[in-house]
Nanobody, 125 residues
Framework: QVQLVESGGGLVQTGGSLRLSCAAS????????MGWFRQAPGKAREFVAA????????YYLDSVKGRFAISRDTAQNTMYLQMNSLKPEDTAVYFC??????????????????WGQGTQVAVSS
């Protein structure tokens, strides 16, 4: 069993930055993939970024490449999402999630077993 707690959301102006954290309790297997997803009102949950826990390989949604950076601290069992050059369309609740394995379907939220409660990110124009 893994519990995930996100933090770091807030309200920023266009062009601003935020750093989200996802603290995990319980064992994160070396084979695990951790991901960030977001969900805006009335929209489906959307993949943002993922990282392979052991290798550190990263994957991004095209629209956030060059602006967002995912990272992890394996000693602290914590994952991060540094978000720069934020835009109003980035406004959403951001969730972190864990999949015990890596799948080429890493963008599909159904691949992930454990989820955090979410943290709100709002970007004003």
């Amino acid at each position: 069993q893994v519990q995930l707690v996100e933090s770091g959301g807030g309200l920023v102006q266009t062009g601003g930055s935020l750093r989200l954290s996802c603290a995990a309790s319980g064992r994160i297997f070396s084979s695990s993939t951790m991901g960030w997803f977001r969900q805006a009102p009335g929209k489906a949950r959307e993949f943002v970024a993922a990282i392979r826990w052991s290798a550190g390989t990263t994957y991004y949604l095209d629209s956030v490449k060059g602006r967002f950076a995912i990272s992890r601290d394996t000693a602290q069992n914590t994952m991060y999402l540094q978000m720069n050059s934020l835009k109003p369309e980035d406004t959403a609740v951001y969730f972190c999630a864990v999949d015990r394995l890596f799948s080429i379907q890493y963008m599909d939220p159904r691949q992930y077993t454990y989820w955090g409660q979410g943290t709100q990110v709002a970007v004003s124009s």
